[in-house]
């Protein structure tokens, strides 16, 4: 049999029995999930190029992109510190040891604790090398970022900071979300989206916008304008923010932060909510994601703190209904790819246990797996959150320590193999000469996975 096809089918058969392909070829999960593939002959290093979007699909180098990732927002924060910055290469190496390939942090610290932005365009040299250093190490262990441009809660500044040095300096501001609406502070939000698109790595001497470490940018983490349940007000701050992302920066994606409410535009779609007063917070998930220049759409999946407790099977439920409403809508009306982009489990609620996790992360990836499977539009997820040992006191409840949860390090690793193959299948079909994408759909293989 031609060694192409035996491979192949070996992976194929990895999807379904993964400890019995690891013996034939002589190795564990965690070595293939390591390595991914990279000694199995056909599949050569790829050059580090931007992650771009085709349809509903994410493509690298014209190849599939499904993505296994993670949430750490506080990197940029321990890189200050010599002390804590080892953590971040630390949470890197663990990381890319299971397979994953995409981190969620935070690019803003407003007028805070070692603030990157002290005042309106003011920054912290020190603050700003430290994410250097973050990108870098990205960069290093072959991750990339969705690097988050500030935050609709108070947590690190956010909306609420902006509002405040608006008030500092005697503009007319009663409301928080006049964030979205005052032409000065919009214009403070500009200034500082166009310091950090242009910053200069210090260590890589690459601009950001140039850096395809960086998978895409993110407007503001869970943007929510509750004072104008309409909808109108967000929408127009997301029609002016995309347009002038890409004005700087053409190159890379663009998505909101969106929990994936919905809103005013589709009743319809409305009953998906966990409860009622998600559709009085003013996004729009369908609506908001029609706007030029945003690529794929957002969601997050908290139903531990958006229903009631304690946690149970209706949970899980509603997690599986939630992400295919979501998938199903980027597919019909979005024609874009959807990144869970935080999901998790907070060890603190009632009911708790580690076995519940497991299950809620089995339920996101083997929900992303179908989609996968068909070309659907579910495009990856990222768990909230990853911690390294040692950080312990930064935990929400939702830390996730890989070196204290092999069960849960288990899943994440086998996911990760799995997005591995449907990343490399139509490469290894090009050896024969494939179509790349169009066959790599009708193919029975990947019907069978």
């Known amino acids: 049999m031609d060694v192409h096809i035996t491979i192949l089918l070996l992976c194929i058969l990895l999807v379904y029995n993964p400890h019995t392909v690891c013996f034939s070829l002589g190795l564990n999960e965690h070595q293939v999930s390591k390595h991914r593939f990279d000694d199995m002959g056909p599949l050569e290093d790829e050059p580090w190029t931007m992650v771009q979007k085709s349809g509903n699909q994410f ?28 953590k971040v290469t630390e949470l890197f190496q663990q990381a890319s040891d299971v397979g994953m390939t995409v981190c969620r942090t935070w690019a803003f610290n407003d007028g805070q604790w070692r603030a990157l ?24 262990f072959k991750i990339r970022l969705i690097l988050a441009l500030t935050n609709n809660w108070d947590s690190y500044g956010g909306k609420p900071q902006y509002v405040k040095w608006g008030n500092e300096a005697g503009l007319n501001v009663t409301n928080e979300d006049d964030f979205y609406s005052h032409p000065t502070l919009k214009n403070y939000y500009k200034a500082h989206v166009k310091t950090v698109l242009n910053r200069v790595n210090t260590i890589t001497n690459m601009t950001y916008k140039d850096d395809p470490t960086i998978f895409a940018w993110e407007l503001i983490n869970e943007a929510r304008c509750p004072s104008d349940p309409s909808g109108d007000k967000l929408q127009e701050w997301i029609e002016e923010m995309a347009f002038y992302v890409k004005t700087i920066d053409p190159k890379h994606l663009v998505e909101i932060g969106l929990e994936g409410f919905y809103g005013p535009s589709t009743p319809n779609k409305v009953p998906y909510n966990p409860n009622t007063y998600c559709q009085q917070v003013g996004t729009d998930f369908i609506r908001n994601h029609q706007v030029l220049g945003v690529d794929f759409a957002s969601v997050h999946i908290y139903a531990d ?39 998790g489990v907070s060890a603190k609620d009632p009911g708790y246990n580690a076995s519940f996790r497991d299950n809620l992360i089995s339920t996101v990836y083997n929900t992303l797996l179908d989609s996968a499977r068909k070309g659907g539009s579910g495009g990856g997820s990222l768990v909230w959150q990853m911690f390294p040992d040692g950080t312990e006191y930064m935990d929400d409840g939702y830390a996730i320590i890989l070196s204290k949860s092999p069960s849960t390090t288990k899943i994440i690793s086998r996911h990760s193999t799995r997005l591995t193959l449907f990343n490399s299948l139509c490469k290894w079909k090009c050896h024969w000469g494939c179509k790349k994408k169009h066959e790599l759909d009708e193919s029975h293989y990947h019907d069978e996975l």
Do not use: C
């Open 59 to 86: 493509v690298v180098n014209d190849q599939p992109f499904y993505v296994n990732g993670f949430n750490t927002y506080w990197l940029m924060v321990f890189a200050v510190d010599a002390s804590t910055r080892g």
């Open 117 to 140: 932005q002290k005042k309106p365009s003011v920054y912290d040299e020190d603050v700003f090398k430290a994410l250097d250093f973050v990108v870098s190490e990205a960069r290093r």
């Open 305 to 343: 703190s958006w229903m009631s407790p304690p946690i149970s099977d209706a949970h899980i439920a509603f997690t599986k209904s939630w992400m295919q409403s979501h998938i199903d809508d980027a597919e019909t009306y979005l024609d874009m790819p959807v990144i869970f982009s935080e999901f």
